[in-house]
């Protein structure tokens, strides 16, 4: 039976003043909010569309500079746009706080108040402090019929500014609770603001969260997360994008459509019950990138009906010579121990990626510990193999599983010195999101402390900036012997092993589209300020590395070469291409096919 | 009664659980402060990371600063003389301070005063 949900259209939908796009990076958030935004304007409305994304492409989907300030869409008349930029309302929370003090505090001292100022959390709740201004701010919002977020906040934003302790903390200045507050700190009145903020957005009639995903798993899996998070917290009022959906063109015959195609509608067919139970639309794939006003026009009306094979031109697809996955596994041939890291953001294959190193090199006869922290990675299968068994171990870090492991070590050791109350307060502190972060790196540093005798292949690492936290202003090595609590050894030795190339290699993962190479980019500059460097990249599921004749696919594959250019050219000291797979990647047969295969050769 | 102030260097939370081990010290020591306020001690801690300009007007700090750095932290002023510089006060000398039992800085010994009212 064939998958088919009504086609997201604007004209037949009642829509709210407020919209809410979320959804992980990569699945086409901003440009269904940017479709729908110009989609709204061209039926004469006035609409405003919002990004407060640090890794907003706003700019790169309207072709122009959209600046902090609210500006008008010149080729779309009653459009206007705004790119709030948290990261930059972080840094200047940070100097409001830190600035006066320049002259006052010995550099030291501020360099450690700048260290601790520079949190993840800090910029998400900047990011929420600037959408809640603008949404409560009437002069504003009365002209528009539709403000668009090409963003929402996350669930944890919204908890975290639930806790009456938040505010307790704040308000009373006592010395307790959640640091993560950071930005709201002292601002008593905006308790209000917060308060209107969250009810606008609790509100059926003036809000809806529009969840855009994929019909793919991992997609998928983060798209109910945050569908439950959110619905948990009062915002009911959601809508599901499916973005992507492939339909099979019947005038020509080509495996690679087809097995896209079946892999789709596999995956709908195992939606969990709750997805189903959801109002869902769907969205076509479509052959072109979604940047400039007249893709947005056609996005929601295009059909893959009645493309013919010349719709995209009989051309070279590769724009030069790319090495497969074995010249990775040919270069760590010359070592017998090591750190590999594969990075990337969800969903790019990262653990694909890992998996089939370890069993290639384990195959060769070295020594591998696999250690990986997705649930999906079928470790089981992997290990059926006999001969690889015995050079290969795997292990799982389980981030929920760590966070309640160092939560009870926390709790168990304080037991005996705290009463009731107090423990209440210790609990709350670990509560806060740096506790799951300290938790999983720790049982990272544990995994990379195995790498004395054996590769150790790893498909996660700390962030640059829990890297950074613990080095910023040498402070590292001097925090370790200073504090009285027992730093586990693999703690101490990883962050000089990380940065030696001889030790450690970095492979980022990436796909060959905007979004994730644009997020993969960022991933190496965080890295990079922890001076550590990625000596791969690799390329995954390319259409260009394949001989697709489906028209769709191939102007996809035409498409990939600019960022398989980008990356060549500009972003990675060495690339390797991964053609796409039209089967599942699942056992140790195939998933070593992947190393096998040999040059993507240009034809 | 005592005027205790605590000077404590950046720090993510109070508690310390964030860092890449749990420093018992920092538990302790947040605590028995905790215990201390509720007995209605005059005891105040201030984090350089939010509250630095407690760090700028109390002088005897800023020059401990200017001294030795952030390896001067947690300062310590009891009645407005540094008690301790680079490290925190024992419970010992918390109750020696003010008066209270060293057993009414750590946790209630829940067998004694085990009065329910119902």
Partial sequence: MIKMYPTFSIDSMELTPYLFFSGKGGVGKTSTASATAVGLADLGKKVLIVSTDPASNLQDVFRMDIPPTITPVPTVPGLDAVNLDPEAA??????????????????????????????????????????????TKEKVTQGYDHIIFDTAPTGHTLRLLQLPSAWTNFLEDNTHGASCLGPLSGLAEKKTLYEATVEALSNKDRTTLMLVTRPDQGALAEGERAARELSDIGIKNQVVIMNGIFEVNSAVDDDIADSIYTKQQQ???????????????????????????????????????????????????????????????????????????????????????????????????????????????????????????EFLTVSRIDPTRETAAYREEVLSTSEKELDEEAMAFLEEDLNSPCTEEIAIFRAFAEVVDQAND??????????????????????????????????????????????????????????????????????????????????????????????????????????????????????????????????????????????????NNAN | ???????????????????????????????????????????????????????VEELKVQKLLEEKGTDALPVVIVNGEVEKIGEYPSNDELASWTGLSKGELSKKDKSKNNITLL
């Fill in chain 1, 90 to 135: 972080a840094a200047a929370y940070r100097e409001k706080l830190v600035g006066p003090y320049r002259d006052k505090l010995p550099q030291p001292v501020v360099a450690q108040m700048e260290e601790q100022l520079s949190g993840a959390c800090t910029v998400e709740i900047a990011a929420f402090d600037e959408f809640a201004n603008l949404l």
């Fill in chain 1, 267 to 389: 995956v709908l067919k195992d939606m969990s019950e709750y997805m189903r139970s959801q109002a869902i639309y769907q969205l076509p794939y479509v052959p072109f990138p979604l940047t400039g006003i007249d893709s947005l026009r056609k996005f929601f009306t295009w059909r893959s009906e009645g493309l013919g094979p010349d719709y995209a031109e009989d051309i070279s697809f590769l724009p030069q010579v790319l090495p497969g996955l074995q010249a990775i596994k040919e270069d760590l041939m010359e070592k017998s121990q090591g750190v590999i890291m594969t990075l990337g953001k969800g969903g790019v294959g990262k653990t694909t990626v890992a998996t089939a190193l370890a069993l290639s090199l384990a195959k060769a006869g070295k020594k591998v510990h696999l250690t990986t922290t997705d649930p999906a990675a079928h470790i089981d299968q992997v290990l059926k193999d006999e001969h690889i068994s």
């Fill in chain 1, 454 to 599: 054996q590769f150790v292949i790893i498909d996660t690492a700390p962030t640059g900036h829990t890297l950074l936290l613990l080095d910023a202003s040498q402070s590292f090595s001097k925090e370790v012997e200073r504090s009285s609590g027992e730093v586990p050894d693999s703690v101490k030795k990883l962050l000089p092993r990380l940065r030696n190339p001889e030790e450690t290699n970095v492979i980022i993962v990436t796909l060959p589209e905007a979004t994730p190479v644009l997020e993969a980019s960022r991933l190496q500059t965080d890295l990079q300020r922890a001076e550590m460097s990625p000596s791969w990249w690799v390329i995954n599921q390319s259409f260009a590395a394949t001989k697709t004749t489906h028209p769709v696919l191939r102007a996809r594959a035409i498409e990939e070469r600019i960022w398989i250019k980008q990356i060549v050219d500009v972003e990675a000291e060495e690339a390797v291409l991964i053609p796409y797979m039209k089967e599942e990647l699942i056992g140790s047969e195939k998933l070593l096919k992947l190393v096998m295969e040999g040059d």
């Fill in chain 2, 1 to 55: 009664m005592a005027r205790i102030r605590i000077y404590d260097p950046a720090l993510c939370c109070p508690t310390g659980v964030c860092g890449p081990s749990v420093d018992p010290e920092l538990t302790r020591i947040a605590t028995a402060i905790f215990l201390l306020e509720k007995k209605g001690v005059d005891v105040k801690r201030f984090n350089l990371s939010s509250e630095p300009q407690e760090f």
